[in-house]
């Protein structure tokens, strides 16, 4: 028996507002379908925004390109407990080539365009799955199923197989398209030897295909860009072919599934050195295919190239830049391009400059043995989280490595990207944008976070070419330290809406929005 009697006014009111209620679950439910129908009749994915199309000078091309190592190269003798398999015998490498193309043949190669999720998408599903460590048939199952849903039918707008562009459209292509612009009307580093080439190495649980964008981008004003895919047990999964031999898979591992060869456990700092030196072999192996191919043997690449593509690699002979190249890349994957820098630069490793975006925190030591020109990124959210890194903060150890590296006269920057997340740098915030602001408190807009990303890397690049100090690396540091209270939405001095500005100033007339400079070789002296 109720204490009170309800009063008819309110029961009215419960009874209009349930009645409310249950329109609006009928309408979201309505909604739901038809949105739902529209992406199946469509063939569009749920949710996710397709990948946009890159906005430099050039068409894009891309070719994936797997190549025999022979011989086999055991990095590590380290083997799997359950199969007694070696775990880190390279026995073929990987990677996506984004490059300039020419046009309008670009538009014509007639192949289909590559998906963001390489087929099966079970194989990635279960590498997720095992990654968060919930990995079972049903599992894998919902996982793949999601995976579908959301960017199964993503596909990456480069045209494979297209025409690697010539100079003579290069050149007419940065007169015409940046003739505005001063910081773009400078011919790319590499214009008298070939096209600049960038080896990028992928983070944890990513493959070569998360930067495609980044990549894109790079590509599409005049650089070849080979995204590397990893087979050291850091990506979600992976299909190994080589010719004449069945496919096998690689799924992502950690050291818990591993042991000595004489049985024993391995280390966490034991395990991290043979994913590293792994990944160092692979950046070598692919540096020697891309400089076969300059030598005039890419019809030899394409012929035991397995995924069938690249049948006018024979084509580029002379056209690469292969004795001056950049490596680059994000998370691991940076720690592991400080790593190639080692000893260097070497015939295997040919690196005159590197790209570092937020250098592992959990990933092993950083080199420090670095004999040429640096730019290390952080995002917003790598440098604001303070990390203990081997005794002492992350961002300071990261600061010391770029300051010693300027001292001994190899110019280098450290600074950190305003606004932005640690997945800034891959496609994941242009397929999703709502969902990873929410998830990772991004708050620049993802498709400027990215266009961040690519001019700083645009004019470090330049600058490798021909040693001018442009745009954002001519200014000096001004913040020994990340201050948050000078972040995105808080200094804004110009706020990127004065036209006249940016014309006569160029785009990075009101860089303090969206950066902040900890370490230049401008003033230092």
Not at 187 to 215: C, K, M, N, Q, W
Not at 491 to 508: L, N, S, T
């Amino acid at each position: 028996m109720k204490p009170f009697h309800e009063a008819p006014a309110a029961r009215n009111a419960a009874a209009g507002f349930a009645s409310s209620l249950l329109k609006w679950r009928y309408f979201a439910v309505l909604a739901g379908a038809a949105y739902w129908l529209y992406c199946f009749v469509l063939s569009k994915p749920l949710f996710a925004h397709p990948l946009p199309k890159h906005t430099g000078p050039y068409a894009v091309g891309a070719v994936d390109i797997e190549a025999p190592v022979s011989p086999a190269r055991t990095i590590d003798t380290t083997r799997f407990k359950a199969t007694s398999e070696k775990a880190f015998q390279l026995k073929t490498v990987l990677f996506t080539l984004y490059y300039p193309a020419t046009q309008p043949e670009a538009t014509a190669s007639g192949a289909p365009r590559h998906s963001w999720i390489p087929k099966p998408l079970s194989l990635r599903a279960q590498g997720y799955a095992k990654a968060a460590h919930i990995s079972n048939w049903l599992t894998n199952a919902v996982f793949t199923g999601a995976i579908r849903a959301l960017v199964g039918s993503i596909t990456i707008p480069a045209v494979v197989n297209a025409p690697l562009s010539d100079r003579a459209s290069r050149e007419s292509k940065f007169a015409t398209s940046w003739d505005k612009d001063e910081t773009k009307q400078q011919v790319l580093a590499g214009e008298t030897s070939g096209h600049p080439v960038v080896i990028f190495s992928h983070g944890t649980v990513s493959s070569r295909t998360d930067y495609s964008h980044y990549a894109g981008e790079l590509a599409a004003r005049g650089y070849v860009v080979a995204m590397l895919e990893h087979r050291d047990g850091s990506g979600p999964g992976s299909v190994v072919m080589r010719k004449g031999e069945p496919d096998w898979t690689r799924l992502i591992f950690d050291g818990s599934e591993v042991e000595t060869a004489d049985g024993g456990e391995v280390a966490v700092e034991d395990f991290h050195k043979a994913q590293l030196n792994f990944r160092e072999a692979e950046i070598e192996e692919a540096v020697r295919v891309i400089t076969l191919i300059n030598s005039g043997r890419g019809a030899e690449v394409f012929e035991q190239n397995p995924r069938g593509e690249g049948s006018d690699l024979a084509g580029w002979a002379g056209r690469l830049n292969t004795d001056e190249m950049i490596v680059a890349g994000h998370s691991y994957g940076a720690t592991g391009a400080l790593q190639a820098l080692r000893n260097g630069p070497s015939k295997k490793r040919p690196f005159k400059g590197a790209i570092i975006l937020d250098p592992g925190k959990s990933s092993g030591p950083l080199n420090k043995d670095i004999n040429v020109p640096i730019l290390v990124v952080h995002s917003n959210s790598w440098s604001s989280h303070s990390s203990i890194f081997y005794g002492r903060a992350h961002f300071d150890t990261v600061r010391d490595i770029v300051e010693a590296n300027n001292q001994r006269g190899n110019p280098s920057w450290f600074m950190t990207s305003l606004g932005t997340s640690h997945p800034s740098v891959t496609d994941a915030p242009l397929l999703e944008p709502f969902l990873l602001s929410f998830t990772t408190g991004a708050t620049i807009d993802v498709y400027q976070g990215l266009r961040q990303y690519v001019h700083i890397a645009e004019d470090f690049l330049a600058f490798l070419g021909d040693g001018k100090e442009r745009g954002l690396l001519a200014e000096k540091a001004e913040f020994p330290q990340y201050d948050a209270g000078s972040g995105l939405g808080v200094w804004k001095p110009g706020q990127g809406d004065d036209k006249k500005a940016w014309e006569e100033q160029g785009e990075w007339w009101d860089w303090r929005s969206y950066w902040q400079i900890h370490v230049s070789p401008v003033g230092s002296n």
